[in-house]
């Protein structure tokens, strides 16, 4: 440090040491001139670093008391400022430091553009907290919206916000995938930090470049420049460009991205890098630039001109002269967008008579076009006249639009104040209103008026939604106060906007490939979509109403992708319905896996999905879609040529595995759903025949693929009804899975099966529940399923590996070892009422595949349980009563018991020999029974009870499903008989306690009505309703909800109404007198399952009349 500069600082260490106050104030003002010089034109970081903090405290308390820290008028107000910032950052904790604190935050306040900058700066690098809040947000956006020259000292507090990692985070990385105001903030973030890099570097110092080269600041740029918003990738554009020179990585992409082999998209924004290079180096930038216009790449996109301009500010600003040339060649070659692009650049304002001459050509040009060309795009022949009086020295004289206003707003900010300027907002919002007005009058059929809201809808978008100016000028009034009231006013003119955007465009456009009026059209759907991507909470703080604005716009442009023809528009169409999605999932109104339902169901075509994918801004979304685009590609493909079902199986599950982790609750389902879905649809397209579906599935042979429809078309019911869509109470996708398994079994048990009309139902279910590729899919291998034979040779390994079989996957509890108390879990089976059950091997043998399997069941805590006991009792009831099972009998109607462990971890575990074979319930729903079996499968389940009853064990959980059937195939004449075997013995046991039963078949006492100190007597209630059910096919006690059956079974005494219909026919009054003395409202009047066996043994019904099922009277 010079020793003038540092004896100038030491100056503001002695002012309690001067007698004379002409003397404190010359050190004063000797003092803060030097600090401001070194801080502002020297940049140098802690200037005061050195000094005797408690000298400097002594001194600066004199100052406050001498009000020197308040008379700084002499200073520039940037000088002043940043002085001070240093002073109070320098001082120890104390009164002095506080007072200088606020004094500093009321110049970063009040001050102009650059006193706001330079103190923002100083933060930036010091304590970032005093950068947060809407109010300072809007002042950093406006700062860097104000031409590159306005204030010098915004490219290194841009450098500054990047650089940090906290600071990073908060204004680059989450921006950059936030709104189209946050994007465009984040990307000019970039533009003006490179800018200060590559001043630096020319100074020998690479500190800036090597920002470039982080994580974090690499993302966010790869992320903006492929932003499909000219607005925003424009200036990251342009920060490659300026360090180009710098970088040499930059400097090979951008010029490998000019080779005709890459896409519009990388040549637009290369010609806009070499457009910024004029800034460090014109001669060959300028070369560059005009080697570009003369090559094939050009002759493909006459765009790259218009591109070419947006990267020229930076360099205008520094070499006029080679732009100047470079626009008047650029006029000459140029289109309309070319015209627009140049209006746009000399809003700058980066001279008086900038490219005057190519706004000349460009003015004469649209004039000549305007006067040859047809008048049937009103709205064409609208903008280019507003462009040409642009562009001439009339523009001076009209009335200024939205965006004039907003520039001279802004010019005040930099001249007079944040709070001058904030008063300007006022009459902008003002006339943004008069805009909308005239939109919302009459104006069809009228050309002038059509005319007028062309023009209006064009500054509404430039002004309101393409940039937040307008919003961040209200904000400089606020003082991040939470307790002030929020403005609604431009949230209103937002609503109004989407309300008449809405109505113009909500019908889809009629049939034909031309669209009238097409400049007024693709207008209007450009500021939806602009609209849609800057609204938000920091326009309108009343949420409710812009997830309201937000649903009806999404409808509405769904509908629109859905129903519109192939036109023109339809790309703009995708990219708004797309930006709408963003919305959504930005603000928490929906999740990823909702958009993703939601585009399957409404957008039938590869190519539009495509778009959407490239227009998403929220890399969740855009990873979504594209895995969903390789599952529709695989569908295509297996739908064509019915090969590559598994490959399109892998594709869906794929789909699951590209849901963002942790996301919530409903992200996680759908992955859940996906996975389910995948592998029962893969484990169906894998197989050669339909014994090896049945083979390859653990219950029934569609049970997999059941589970899997089921849970997405559920999922598909919440999303549409949260999305604002008309949806279904419930599915039927899956009953009709289920019934198309069931003639799949029929047909395997060689009886009559009805798989034709089964496939018909199954595909109308699937459609009405499923979206898009979804259900495009399940079809595809339902028809598969419909054209397998009965049995063939199973296809290679390779083909179809043995780990496709679709068994349902382990719970969370599961150790990953999968060992429970010395047995090792294979699979599971399913889920009942009271547990879970898992097929099994001992942990010794269970490598060895011919070893003996087991049953092995845990204790699931129910709802029933949870009404009077908690888990841990509900747990000590189970371990008590299972000891008990160690009585039970060896009989062939019983399931071997094996073991109990009480003390296996994390539950207790009741193993039992594993019965294979359908269940009674199965049995029944195929249909597969005459009276005459009934009876037998009866006295076979009644033999089992009996044998349990003699020793006083009591099963309590009698129905269908907890009866196996072994040799089933013997009901239909082949093998030896069948036998009925009772299972699931995990509530058994010799007391009533929660959780018994089930609801169709609990008698009263397990629902706390009667006598309840006898368990065997519920055995004797729930064989009377399996006994009606065998005859019958019917269910007795059935109904809507727990509730009702419950109802239902403490309001009878053994005569329910169909109970009565046998007993009103002679022919079933036996039946019915059988079941209504197992009914009986007391325990005590039932009779014994022993009197029961010896009544059906007796009953004269199945022995003249073979006919199954029985009928009952009406």
């Not at 539950?907 to 729903?925: D, H, N, Q, Y």
Request: proline share 5%; charged share 25%; net charge neutral.
């Amino acid at each position: 440090m010079r020793a003038a500069t540092r004896d100038g600082l030491e100056g503001l260490t002695v002012l309690h040491r001067l007698s004379a106050s002409e003397q404190r104030e010359a050190a004063w003002r000797q003092g803060m001139a030097t600090l401001a010089r070194a801080v502002v034109d020297e940049r140098r970081p802690v200037p005061l670093e050195g000094l005797d903090p408690n000298a400097l405290l002594n001194s600066m308390e004199v100052a406050v008391q001498g009000g020197y820290v308040e008379r700084l008028d002499w200073l520039s107000g940037p000088a002043a400022a940043a002085a001070l910032y240093e002073v109070a950052a320098a001082l120890p904790a104390s009164a002095t430091k506080r007072k200088l604190g606020r004094l500093v935050l009321q110049r970063l306040r009040r001050g102009d553009a650059a006193t706001f900058v330079a103190v923002a700066t100083q933060l930036a690098l010091g304590s970032q907290r005093a950068l947060g809040g809407r109010s300072m947000r809007a002042r950093v956006a406006l700062a860097l919206s104000l031409p590159i020259g306005t204030v010098a000292s915004a490219d290194a507090l841009a450098l500054a916000l990047i650089s940090r990692h906290e600071l990073s985070q908060d204004w680059l990385r989450i921006p950059a995938t936030g709104s189209l105001p946050s994007r465009r903030l984040s990307a000019r973030l970039l533009e003006r930090a490179a800018r200060e890099a590559a001043r630096r570097a020319v100074e020998g110092d690479d500190s800036g470049i090597r920002v470039f080269c982080t994580r974090p600041v690499r993302e966010a740029w790869d992320r903006l420049l492929a932003d499909r918003e000219t607005l925003v990738w424009r200036h990251v554009a342009s920060a490659r460009g300026l360090l180009a020179s710098s970088m040499p990585v930059f400097r090979e992409e951008m010029h490998r991205h000019l080779d005709p082999e890459f896409t519009i998209t990388e040549w637009r924004r290369a010609a806009a890098s070499l457009a910024a290079s004029i800034a460090v180096d014109p001669e060959k930038g300028l070369r560059a630039c005009r080697d570009l216009l003369e090559s094939v790449v050009f002759q493909q996109d006459h765009g790259i001109a218009a591109a070419m301009i947006t990267g020229l500010p930076r360099a205008a600003e520094s070499h006029p002269e080679a732009v100047e040339t470079l626009l008047d060649q650029l006029m000459r070659v140029g289109g309309l967008d070319t015209a627009e692009a140049l209006a746009d650049l000399r809003r700058e304002r980066l001279g008086r008579g900038f490219a005057d001459s190519a706004a000349e050509r460009a003015e004469a040009h649209l004039r000549k076009s305007v006067a040859q060309g047809s008048s049937e795009d009103v709205g064409r022949a609208a903008l280019m006249r507003a462009l040409a009086d642009e562009l001439s020295g009339a523009s001076a004289k009209r009335e200024p639009t939205l965006r004039d206003m907003i520039s001279d707003a802004l010019e005040t900010f930099a001249r007079d104040g944040a709070y001058q300027a904030a008063r300007e907002a006022e009459p902008i919002l003002e006339a943004a209103a008069t805009k909308v007005a005239l939109l919302e009058g009459p104006t069809r059929g009228n050309p002038e008026s059509e005319v007028a809201a062309f023009l209006a809808l064009r500054e509404l978008d430039a002004a309101l939604f393409e940039t937040s100016a307008l919003n961040d000028l209200l904000l400089l009034g606020e003082d991040d106060d939470p307790g002030v009231e929020h403005d609604h006013r431009l949230g209103d003119l937002f609503q109004r906007v989407t309300n008449w955007l809405v109505i113009r465009e909500g019908d889809p456009l009629p049939e034909g490939s031309h669209v009238p009026q097409f400049t007024t059209r693709l207008r209007q759907l450009r500021t939806m979509l602009h609209l849609v991507d800057a609204d938000g909470p920091h326009v309108d703080p009343r949420r409710d109403l812009v997830r309201k604005r937000r649903l009806l716009t999404q409808q509405v442009l769904l509908n629109r992708v859905r129903h519109d023809p192939k036109s023109s528009l339809r790309r703009t169409l995708c990219a708004a319905t797309a930006r709408t999605c963003d919305a959504l999932v930005r603000e928490d109104v929906a999740d990823v896996s909702d958009i993703v339902i939601a585009i399957a169901k409404h957008v039938p075509h590869l190519d539009d999905l495509k778009i959407m994918a490239e227009a998403s801004m929220v890399p969740e979304i855009k990873t979504a879609l594209r895995a969903y685009i390789k599952l529709r590609q695989a569908t295509q493909t297996a739908e064509r040529n019915g090969h590559g079902l598994v490959a399109a199986a892998d594709a869906l599950r794929a789909i699951g595995n590209e849901l963002p982790v942790a996301s919530s609750a409903r992200v996680e389902a759908l992955r859940q759903a996906l996975s389910l879905l995948a592998r029962g649809l893969r484990s169906v397209a894998a197989s050669s025949s339909l014994t090896e579906v049945s083979d390859r599935a653990a219950a029934t042979p569609l049970a997999p693929l059941e589970r899997g429809v089921t849970m997405l078309a559920q999922l598909a019911i919440g999303s549409r009804r949260r999305l604002g869509d008309t949806a279904g109470e419930s599915s039927t996708s899956g009953a009709a899975i289920w019934a198309m398994g069931l003639e799949v079994e029929r047909a395997l048990r060689a009886s009559i099966a009805e798989i034709d009309q089964a496939y018909v139902n199954a595909l109308a279910a699937v459609d009405e529940d499923l979206p898009g590729a979804f259900a495009q899919l399940t079809k595809a291998v339902l028809k598969h399923l419909r054209q397998l034979p009965l049995d063939a040779p199973r296809r290679a390994p390779s083909i179809a590996p043995p780990e496709l079989d679709a068994d349902a996957p382990l719970p969370a509890w599961a150790p990953p070892s999968r060992i429970l108390g010395g047995f090792y879990l294979i699979r599971a089976v399913g889920t009942g009422a009271v547990g879970s059950v898992f097929v099994s091997r001992r942990v010794e043998e269970r490598h060895d595949e011919s070893a003996p399997l087991f049953a092995l069941k845990v204790p699931d805590y129910s709802a029933a349980a949870a009404r009077t006991l908690s888990e841990e009792e509900f747990l000590r009831l189970f371990r008590e009563e299972a000891g008990t099972l160690l009585a039970l009998p060896e009989h062939p109607n019983i399931a071997r018991f094996v073991t109990f462990d009480a003390g296996a971890g994390p539950k207790p575990i009741l193993v039992m020999e594993l019965v294979e074979g359908p269940s009674l319930e199965r049995t029944l729903e195929m249909g597969d029974l005459s009276i005459r079996r009934a009876r037998d499968l009866l006295l076979g389940v009644g033999a089992g009870l009996d044998a349990m009853h003699q020793v006083g064990i009591a099963h309590l959980d009698v129905k269908p499903s907890n009866i196996i059937v072994c040799n089933a195939d013997a009901i239909t004449g082949v093998g030896s008989p069948p036998k009925p075997v009772l299972v699931d013995f995990g509530l058994a046991g010799r007391h009533l306690r929660p959780g018994c039963g089930t609801a169709n078949y609990g008698s009263p006492e397990i629902w706390g009505t009667g006598d309840t100190n006898h368990a065997i007597p519920a055995d004797v209630y729930a064989f009377g309703c399996l006994i009606f059910e065998a005859y019958t096919g019917k269910t007795l006690f059935d109904g809507t909800g727990e509730a009702a059956m419950i109802t239902q079974h403490i309001t009878h005494d053994g005569d329910p109404e169909p109970v009565r219909g046998l007993l009103a026919q002679p022919e079933t009054r036996e039946l019915g007198a059988l079941v209504a003395r197992c009914l009986r409202r007391d325990p005590n009047d039932r009779i014994t399952i022993r009197q029961g066996r010896q009544f059906l043994a007796n009953l004269k019904l199945g022995v003249e009349n073979e006919h199954w099922p029985v009928r009952i009277a009406s």
